[in-house]
C-alpha cells in the first residue's frame, strides 16, 4: 500500500491580482521566500512521498510552467483538466490514476497555494492521518486551531473526544461554510471548530467510493475515464467526458453528506494565503507597520503593504493601502477590502482590459 | 526695433517625479493636451514673435529632444547653459544675443513649463506689455489676480492706480516671496497683490544695464561672453565663464531691487503646474472627484488623482490619493503634500536608486 500526493494547481488566484496573472497564477508565484508556493508544496511533502507518486493537477495552460517549476516529477504524474471543475472532479480524476498503480494507494490531497510554517509538525499531522485514513478506510481531514474569528474560511466542528494525540485526533460532527463575523467568534470561542485546511487523506477507492454514493454524475464519468489510462485514447475520452462533469468542491459535494470522518487537528502555522491582506498579516513589519517588498522610498507612511517585484514603488503620508506594481498594471486599494480584489479582475473582462489579467 | 521670445527650459521638474525625469522633464511632457508644455509655449507665442525670433535657453541634455520637439526653431537660437545657474543668468544670456541681433530688440522671457487658458487675452496682455516696455525702457512683467491664497507663488503689490485698461497697467510697489498661509490670504484679501506669473518683457539692453548695475559679477561674465558670440570661439569660452557665475533668481537679483517696474494685470487663465497637486486642480473630474488620465478600473474611490500613460492602474476604496505610474515607477503620494514629491527625488538619490530618477 502506497502512498501518493495530489497537489490542486488549477486556481486563479485572482485576489493576488495583478501579481496573479491568467498565465502565471499565484501558485507559481514566488510571494513568500525564494521558492513559488507550488514548489514549496512539493518540498515540503517529498520527505513523506517520493516524486514519482507526487500527482499535479491542473490546467492545460499552465503543464509547462509547471513542468518546468517542478522538473523532478515524472511528465506522467502532471493530470490535464480540459476545463476547471472545482474540487470534486480533480480529486476523482487523480483517484482513478492512483487507483490504477495501487488498488490500496492512499492519497493525500491539498492546494497548490496555501502557507505552511513548521515542516516538523506538518510531517507529525499527516503520519497521523495516514495513519487513521488506514486503520479505518475513512476519510480524513486536518483542521487548523483557529487564531481569529476568520470569515474567510470553512469551519469543522469536531465531536466528542480525542481518539489519539499528538497530534489528536476527533471524530467530525460538521463541516460548516464561511460563517459572518458574529457566528465566525461564536465559533473561536466555543473551542470545538476547526478551520477546514483543504488537506484531506484516504484511500483512492474509499474516495471513489464515496464519490459514487454522493455525486453519481462524477462517478459515472470516472468510469468511462478510467479504462482510457495509459492509452493513446486517453486524452480524446478525458477531452468528452470532464467538461460535462459536474462543477461541484469536494467539500460541499462530500465532506458535508458523509458520516464517520475524522479531524486531525493541526498545529502547523497555516495560511491560505488568500489575499494581499493574508500576505498582509504574515510579512515582516518595520516600527511604522510597513511591509516592504522591493525598491522603495518615501516617509510619513504607516501600515502599508508595498509589494513590487521589479522596479520602484515611492509613497508619501499613505496609511492603510495595499500598494502593487506588477508589470505593466498598478494597484492601490484600502486594506480592508483586499478580498474584493477578484472585482476588480471582473472590471478588467467587463472593460475588455484582459491584457491585463 | 524687433521682438523677441525666450523661453526657459531649464527647468527640472522634480515634483512632478516620476514622470518627469532627468531625462526628460515636465516642459517636454504631455501633461495636459496633445503638445509638450514647451511646445505649447511655442505655439502660443508664434502669433505675435516668429519662429527665428524665438529663444529657447536649456541644458545640454535636453537640447535634442528640444529640437526634436520643435523643429520650426532654427537651431542657432538654441541656447545652451553649461550648467543650470537660475534665471538671472539664463536671462543675462539670452539678453546678449539678442542685442547683437538688435542692439533696439525687446524681448518676452517666461518659463517653458506652465500652463495659460485663454490665449486671446494673454496675447492682448503681452501686447499691452511689449507696449510700455518700449515706451517707457522700463522692466515690465506680467501680475495674475489671485484667486485663492496660494503659498506656492510669490507676489506682487501694485502700486496707486492704473496707467492704462484693457489690460490694466500698475506701477509696481514691490515684489514679495512666497508667503505664509496667513499672509497670502491677507493678500488675496488686499485686492492689490498679484501672483509672479515669471513672464517679463523689457529691451534686451535695459535689462542688461540692470544687471550691470545690480549683479555686477553676472554682467562682467556676460560682457566676456558677449564679443564670442558667433565665432568659433563662443562654446569654449561660454564654458569657461558661465560655471562661474553667481546663481541666482532674476526676482531676487533685479526686480526686488529695481524702481520703476510696470505690471501688466494678466486676465488668462495661468497655472505654474508646479506640483502634481497643480495639475489635479485644472483636470476635469467626475461626480466623486476623481481625475482619471489612462486606463482604469476601480470603484469607491473619491477625490483621487490617477495617471498613467501606459498599462493599467487599479484603485479600490481609496481617497485623496495621487496615484502616478511613469514606466518602471509608481508613486502614491497624499493629495495635501504633492509639493513634497521633491523630497522622494532626494531620497532616491540618498538610497543610490538614481536609475529611477
Chains 1, 2 share one sequence.
Not at 55 to 83: D, R, S, Y
Not at 267 to 281: C, I, K, T, V, Y
Request: aromatic letters at 8%.
Amino acid at each position: 500500500m502506497n502512498r501518493y500526493a495530489v497537489i490542486m494547481a488549477g486556481g486563479r488566484g485572482e485576489r493576488f491580482w495583478p501579481e496573479s496573472r491568467t498565465a502565471k497564477p499565484k501558485q507559481f508565484l514566488t510571494l513568500v521566500g525564494d521558492r513559488s508556493l507550488i514548489q514549496q508544496s512539493y518540498d515540503r511533502i517529498l520527505p513523506l512521498i517520493p516524486a514519482e507518486n507526487i500527482f499535479i493537477v491542473l490546467g492545460k495552460q499552465h503543464l509547462a510552467l509547471a513542468k518546468e517549476q517542478l522538473p523532478e516529477i515524472p511528465p506522467e504524474n502532471f493530470l490535464v483538466e480540459p476545463v476547471g471543475r472545482n474540487t470534486a472532479p480533480c480529486i476523482g480524476l487523480a483517484a482513478i490514476h492512483i487507483r490504477r498503480r495501487d488498488p490500496e494507494g492512499v492519497m493525500l490531497v491539498f492546494p497548490s497555494d496555501h502557507m505552511i510554517m513548521g515542516a516538523t509538525d506538518y510531517h507529525q499531522c499527516l503520519e497521523k492521518a495516514f495513519h487513521w485514513a488506514v486503520k479505518e478506510n475513512c476519510l480524513v481531514t486536518i483542521g487548523i486551531k483557529p487564531s481569529r474569528p476568520e470569515t474567510g474560511y470553512g469551519y469543522i466542528e469536531r465531536e466528542g473526544d480525542g481518539l489519539d494525540t499528538g497530534p489528536s485526533v476527533f471524530p467530525v460532527r460538521r463541516f460548516v461554510e464561511k460563517p459572518d463575523p458574529e457566528r465566525a467568534w461564536e465559533f473561536v470561542q466555543a473551542g470545538c471548530f476547526y478551520w477546514n485546511s483543504g488537506i484531506f487523506i484516504w484511500k483512492a477507492h474509499v474516495i471513489l467510493e464515496r464519490i459514487k454514493e454522493h455525486i453519481p454524475e462524477l462517478a459515472a464519468g470516472l468510469d468511462r475515464i478510467d479504462p482510457s489510462i495509459g492509452s493513446s485514447q486517453y486524452d480524446e475520452v478525458l477531452g468528452q467526458v470532464f467538461p460535462n462533469m459536474p462543477s461541484i468542491s469536494v467539500d460541499f459535494g462530500i465532506m458535508e453528506k458523509s458520516p464517520e470522518i475524522l479531524m486531525v487537528q493541526g498545529d502547523f502555522g497555516w495560511d491560505d494565503l488568500g489575499s494581499w491582506g493574508a500576505l498582509d498579516r504574515i510579512a515582516l513589519r518595520d516600527e511604522r507597520g510597513m511591509k516592504i517588498q522591493g525598491d522603495f522610498v518615501g516617509y510619513d507612511n504607516d501600515d502599508c503593504l508595498i509589494y513590487g517585484q521589479e522596479g520602484l514603488i515611492a509613497a508619501l503620508g499613505v496609511q492603510n493601502l495595499i500598494i502593487v506594481r506588477s508589470g505593466e498594471v498598478v494597484m492601490v486599494c484600502d486594506k480592508e477590502r483586499s478580498q474584493e480584489v477578484r472585482e476588480l479582475v471582473r472590471l478588467c473582462k467587463e472593460k475588455h482590459l484582459e491584457q491585463y489579467l
